[in-house]
């Protein structure tokens, strides 16, 4: 979705603490009106917190949380324009997906007409227009989470935090709704503040990605920045795999080609002698662990684009000169 760069939620140095131990520590984030923004990180890195914060179920103990530019501080969570899908979403077993999206709106005292109007509408939205009349029992999970978020889209939000969504649903069910996900959120240009541990679903989703590692920030940036140009070997590490060369030189195994021993490699390349240990055919790639005369092992991803017969076929124990561009191995800093 095209971003402008409208702030719409900004928090300025927060920190938060759960006794003595800090989950949160100096944070500063600001999210874009439009984008989908992810919060990626492993389990207890502070993306719960965060979202907690901005949706004011907590409070912070030092800094500024600003919606759309007015500090929030004095907000509780219901008055701030903001609406939160958990994991397990909850609905009433008794009542309708009528019933249940519109449930919201008729606490906020909604005629039964005109709610149940706009629950339709956004039971339609997610695709589930003809089960109004259904109760949640009579659901797959894929379908419970999308009634979930019609009950928190037909609010209207300007912005809705999403912790981990698809959890708990199948891996090939998942990869349906985060494609749903995306066309929701394209279509709504709701602000969506995404949390996931999942590599995978924070790089094809999102607009912008924040890592987070023990309740700080390591980057911020695109999916291309954070694979292409990691800040830090975390990054390096958390989004996708990589080898450390020498130092901190880091180079992605897709970097890597393997010739035969005395090629010539193209100028500008870097080149290692090197032995086959380990060949992985899976498909459209191999995946080989090349062991260096230095005692390191390389890990490289090739691609099988070229026709058998045009290419190196290799076995383990075959020798080998790997190659990459020396522009492709990057250093991090720490
Ligand atoms: P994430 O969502 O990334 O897994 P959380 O934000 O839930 O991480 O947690 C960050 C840290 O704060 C963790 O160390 C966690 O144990 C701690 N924490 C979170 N909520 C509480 C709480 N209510 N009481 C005590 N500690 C908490
Ligand atoms: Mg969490």
Same mark, same amino acid.
């Given at each position: 979705?095209?971003?402008?760069?409208? /702030?719409?939620?900004?928090?300025?140095?927060?920190?938060?603490?759960?006794?003595?131990?800090?989950?949160?520590?100096?944070?500063?984030?600001?999210?874009?009106?439009? %984008?989908?923004?992810?919060?990626?990180?492993?389990?207890?890195?502070?993306?719960?917190?965060?979202?907690?914060?901005?949706?004011?179920?907590?409070?912070?103990?030092?800094?500024?949380?600003?919606?759309?530019?007015?500090?929030?501080?004095?907000? /509780? /969570?219901?008055?701030?324009?903001?609406?939160?899908?958990?994991?397990?979403?909850?609905?009433?077993?008794?009542?309708?997906?009528?019933?249940?999206?519109?449930?919201?709106?008729?606490?906020?005292?909604?005629?039964?007409?005109?709610?149940?109007?706009?629950?339709?509408?956004?039971?339609?939205?997610?695709?589930?227009?003809?089960?109004?009349?259904?109760?949640?029992?009579?659901?797959?999970?894929?379908?419970?989470?999308?009634?979930?978020?019609?009950?928190?889209?037909?609010?209207?939000?300007?912005?809705?935090?999403?912790?981990?969504?698809?959890?708990?649903?199948?891996?090939?069910?998942?990869?349906?709704?985060?494609?749903?996900?995306?066309?929701?959120?394209?279509?709504?240009?709701?602000?969506?503040?995404?949390?996931?541990?999942?590599?995978?679903?924070?790089?094809?989703?999102?607009?912008?990605?924040?890592?987070?590692?023990?309740?700080?920030?390591?980057?911020?940036?695109?999916?291309?920045?954070?694979?292409?140009?990691?800040?830090?070997?975390?990054?390096?590490?958390?989004?996708?795999?990589?080898?450390?060369?020498?130092?901190?030189?880091?180079?992605?195994?897709?970097?890597?080609?393997?010739?035969?021993?005395?090629?010539?490699?193209?100028?500008?390349?870097?080149?290692?002698?090197?032995?086959?240990?380990?060949?992985?055919?899976?498909?459209?790639?191999?995946?080989?662990?090349?062991?260096?005369?230095?005692?390191?092992?390389?890990?490289?991803?090739?691609?099988?684009?070229? /026709?058998?017969? %045009?290419?190196?076929?290799?076995?383990?124990?075959?020798?080998?000169?790997?190659?990459?561009?020396?522009?492709?191995?990057?250093?991090?800093?720490?």
């Amino acid at each position: 979705m095209a971003t402008g760069n409208q /702030p719409i939620v900004q928090l300025e140095s927060v920190a938060k603490s759960y006794g003595g131990a800090v989950a949160l520590a100096q944070l500063d984030l600001t999210v874009n009106a439009g %984008e989908f923004f992810t919060l990626l990180g492993p389990s207890g890195s502070g993306k719960t917190t965060t979202l907690r914060l901005i949706a004011g179920f907590e409070r912070p103990d030092q800094g500024r949380i600003l919606l759309d530019g007015a500090d929030v501080a004095a907000l /509780p /969570p219901f008055a701030r324009a903001v609406n939160t899908v958990f994991q397990d979403y909850a609905l009433f077993p008794h009542l309708t997906l009528i019933e249940n999206v519109a449930y919201g709106l008729r606490a906020k005292k909604m005629a039964k007409a005109a709610a149940h109007g706009e629950a339709e509408k956004a039971l339609a939205a997610v695709r589930l227009a003809e089960f109004g009349g259904r109760k949640p029992a009579q659901l797959s999970g894929g379908q419970r989470q999308r009634v979930a978020l019609a009950r928190a889209m037909v609010n209207k939000p300007r912005v809705l935090l999403l912790d981990e969504p698809l959890g708990a649903l199948d891996l090939k069910l998942r990869h349906q709704m985060q494609a749903e996900l995306k066309r929701l959120q394209h279509d709504t240009g709701i602000t969506f503040i995404y949390v996931t541990h999942d590599q995978d679903e924070a790089l094809s989703m999102s607009d912008r990605i924040a890592v987070f590692s023990q309740g700080k920030i390591e980057q911020i940036g695109t999916a291309f920045d954070l694979y292409e140009r990691p800040a830090s070997a975390f990054v390096a590490d958390f989004v996708g795999s990589s080898n450390l060369l020498g130092g901190n030189r880091l180079l992605r195994p897709e970097k890597i080609t393997l010739l035969a021993p005395g090629a010539t490699a193209p100028d500008g390349y870097e080149t290692r002698n090197g032995i086959v240990r380990e060949a992985i055919y899976l498909g459209a790639v191999t995946r080989y662990h090349v062991a260096l005369a230095a005692g390191t092992v390389l890990s490289v991803m090739e691609s099988n684009r070229l /026709p058998v017969g %045009e290419r190196l076929r290799l076995g383990v124990g075959d020798a080998v000169l790997a190659a990459w561009p020396r522009a492709a191995a990057r250093d991090i800093e720490k």
